[in-house]
């Protein structure tokens, strides 16, 4: 079976991935869209191997065992252009009673959830699925807004449904066709000339924005999205320059244009962290200033404590991005440095290229467009863990602080009072465990990167057991940090994963995951051993040495040499085992397990 | 008020043309002379057809009629419809 690496991107660099194959279906013709799709997708790092399936075959090809099968898509898309799909009807509209109109919305979205539920059940992947987009010119013109069940009423209630059918699909995502078509001017967007020659339902002009927000899907669908977003502050959160105007002189707030202009922009950046992203300040001020402003100026949207680190100091910038990656435990790639000054920028795009950079314009009115660019922190959802990211970065703050109270080591695990609870994974819990799977790094076996696809089919598998595990300390939840994959296999029984957050590192919940891993192995019958693999990777360190602690030894031997090639695309591991009757608990007191 | 190309009159050949139908097919402009069509190229098919055209109205600011588009079916057609349009 070839699971594994299927991303077209990967998160350390160090090793060439598979493309990400995505397959373009419609009912009329998409061509050239592909090219510009994997033109924007290459500018995320992601490479495309695309499918283009025949003119109006998009049920067809899903329903035969065909090319797009082979294909063995990780992203399909679908596009429908309504004119086509009830072409009598749509024409004819003004002219259907209302009973009628209302029951075509219906047969059109059954059509599409008819679509969709086909295209699951044969095959893997996710599914993009497009909406409608809004008619420029209604046929009844100013009066179709006052009547039964008009075409703008039509339209917007077909796509308020679609997009509650697919908010509920953990496979599907919509693709918002609508307000691409809105924002490049639906005028524009359309060439008759084209949709009467050749099919097309779209003028070239408009085909790479529409290329670079389906390449924006495609980076959330497949790649991990950055973590942080890193500040400066004169310039970048308000006008003027604190150490020279003052905590008074510097422009934020209404009443004045540019004060104005910088507090709709923090605004955003604090929507930014709802979602899930850390807010870091990298400055060069005094602090006593900065502490000042933020105090002094009630008007602003963000205070000090939302930011998870600060850096407020003369240093360069790029050691401080550096100090801010290692405080915060994460890499430099998951980092986004957004400042106004274009020196700044280009030293820090030279010195740490692992950060992407953001240039703020002079012209703060133009700030917001500049952020809304920003596709690295796209992601399909964002769960309850994500808005409480930033909570749990500062707790994790706290308790370093206590740490270095405490002094001692083992004082210190013991006086943070963790709870671990483990439990077998249940389905609804799988996208928090898929982004788990796509975003830890550092303390990471095998970092076989599954999908949530792959994740369900090995769940529903009798010999595989996933297990999560959520943890609690003194000071708060850190919610679920760990996860591992147990295999059984013949006679042995193989640790296919097991991961856990950098959040939870350095407290031995590693150790009581692997304790219940092996308490799961024994209930499970007699084996001959059970097998374990560390594959590394620039990033995974911490995990190195893990599993020989944990009782493990290397596999070695005439037959396994050690090392196996992959043959599933993960690169070199190293095999360990641990024979049957060796299987034994290690001690771990400083931590309380709850089974569930 | 359409701007007058210098370079389009009577008989010319439009300023620039050549190098665009090059660039635009990935061929050598020295290929391209009055009969070169999609015959000599396999990037001239119907999308390229269409690429082609809509480049050319682009870059001489004209807007070619479905009839026009489907009557070019050579360089010297192209030549000729740009001349026509740019003097309208």
């Known amino acids: ?596 | 008020m359409r701007q007058v190309l210098a370079g389009v009159r009577n008989g010319e050949e439009p300023d620039g043309l050549r190098g665009l139908v090059a660039d635009v097919l990935g061929v050598a402009a020295e290929r391209i002379d009055e009969t070169f069509g999609p015959e000599q190229t396999a990037s001239w098919d119907s999308l390229g057809h269409l690429r082609l055209v809509t480049a050319v109205e682009e870059r001489f600011r004209i807007a070619f009629t479905m009839e026009e588009i489907g009557s070019i079916r050579c360089y010297g057609d192209l030549a000729a419809t740009v001349r026509k349009r740019s003097r309208a």
Not at chain 1, 27 to 46: K, T
């Open chain 1, 1 to 596: 079976m070839k699971v594994g690496v299927t991303n077209g991107i990967s998160a350390d660099g160090s090793a060439r991935p598979a493309p990400l194959r995505v397959a373009y279906l419609s009912n009329f013709s998409l061509a050239p869209l592909h090219e510009h799709v994997s033109a924007a997708a290459a500018a995320f790092g992601l490479r495309l191997e695309p499918y283009v399936a025949g003119y109006d075959q998009y049920m067809q090809e899903v329903l035969g065992g065909g090319p797009l099968h082979a294909f063995r898509p990780d992203v399909v898309a679908l596009f429908l252009a309504l004119d086509r799909l009830r072409p009598e009807n749509m024409r004819r509209l003004p002219s259907l009673s209302e009973a009628r109109r209302r029951e075509l919305r219906s047969e059109i979205l059954a059509h599409v959830d008819g679509w969709l539920q086909a295209a699951k059940a044969r095959l893997p992947g996710t599914f993009l699925v497009s909406n409608f987009p809004a008619a420029p010119r209604p046929w009844l013109g100013v009066a179709d807004a006052k009547e039964a069940y008009g075409e703008r009423e039509f339209r917007l209630e077909l796509n308020l449904e679609l997009l509650r059918l697919l908010r509920d699909e953990p496979r599907a995502h919509l693709f918002d066709l609508d307000c691409v078509t809105a924002r490049f001017g639906a005028d524009a967007a359309a060439d008759s000339r084209l949709r009467y020659l050749a099919k097309m339902q779209w003028s070239f002009g408009f085909l790479p924005p529409l290329a670079a927000e389906l390449a924006r899907h495609l980076r959330a669908i497949a790649a991990p999205p950055r973590k942080c977003l890193v500040l400066d502050l004169d310039g970048t959160l308000w006008g003027g320059v604190v150490g020279e105007d003052g905590p008074d002189g510097i422009r934020i707030g209404q009443g004045d244009p540019i004060g104005e202009a910088f507090q709709d922009l923090q605004c955003r950046l604090k929507a930014f962290q709802a979602a899930g992203v850390l807010l870091a300040v990298c400055s060069k001020n005094n602090p006593e200033d900065v502490q000042e402003a933020f105090r002094r100026r009630p008007e602003m949207p963000l205070r000090m404590d939302d930011f998870v680190a600060a850096e407020i100091n003369w240093r360069p910038k790029h050691d401080n991005l550096r100090r801010i990656a290692g405080a915060l435990n994460i890499g430099l790639e998951s980092l986004v440095f957004v400042d106004d000054n274009p020196a700044e920028i280009e030293l820090v795009r030279q010195l740490l290229p692992e950060v992407q950079t953001l240039l703020l314009p002079s012209d703060p009115s133009a700030g917001l467009a500049a952020l809304d660019g920003l596709a690295d922190f796209e992601r399909v959802r964002v769960l309850e863990e994500d808005a409480a990211k930033t909570r749990q970065y500062r707790e994790n703050r706290a308790r370093e602080v206590h740490r270095s109270v405490v002094g001692e080591l083992d004082e210190y695990l013991k006086s943070l009072e963790t709870t671990v609870e483990l439990d077998v994974v249940r389905s609804e819990e799988l996208p928090r465990i898929h982004q788990l799977f796509s975003k830890t790094n550092q303390f990471n076996l095998t970092t076989r990167r599954y999908t949530l696809p792959e994740l369900e089919r090995l769940t529903a598998e009798e010999s595989c057991v996933l297990v999560k595990a959520a943890a609690k300390d003194r000071f708060g939840e850190l919610g679920t940090i760990g996860a591992y994959l147990l295999r059984v296999e013949g006679e042995e029984a193989r640790i296919d994963s097991f991961l856990m957050s950098c959040r939870a590192m350095g407290r031995s919940v590693e150790r009581a995951m692997m304790n219940d891993l092996k308490a799961r192995f024994l209930s499970l019958g007699r084996f001959r051993s059970l097998r374990g693999r560390f594959v590394p990777t620039a990033r995974n360190r911490p995990a190195e040495g893990f599993l020989e602690a944990e009782g493990f030894r290397p596999a070695g031997g005439e037959a396994e040499e050690g090392t196996r090639g992959g043959d599933d695309g993960e690169g070199r591991g190293l095999d360990y085992l641990l024979a049957y009757e060796e299987v034994a608990e290690r001690p771990c007191p400083w931590i309380e397990v709850v089974r569930a």
